[in-house]
């Protein structure tokens, strides 16, 4: 559930969904309901959004804690 994590550190670092979305090359709609909890993230995808964030796996999985 590294939706929760991403949203957390969307917003303490006040990241747009659309910046997110652009550099990864998710589409927005899904990249929300990605963040929504709609729609399961991929391995690939999370990987995609780690780099986009500039975080580790490990630094994001730390944040909703």
């Known amino acids: 559930m590294f939706y929760k994590q991403i949203q957390a550190f969307m ?12 550099k990864t090359g ?3 709609n899904t990249f929300s ?3 929504n909890g709609k729609r399961k993230l991929s391995a690939e995808e999370l990987f995609l959004i780690c780099d986009a964030l500039d975080v580790t796996l490990e ?4 944040e909703g804690v």
Not at 11 to 22: E, N, R
Not at 59 to 62: F, G
């Open 33 to 35: 309901a990605i963040l």
């Open 59 to 62: 630094e994001l999985r730390k």
């Open 11 to 22: 917003k303490k670092h006040g990241i747009k969904q659309k910046t997110i979305a652009a």
């Open 26 to 28: 998710i589409n927005q």
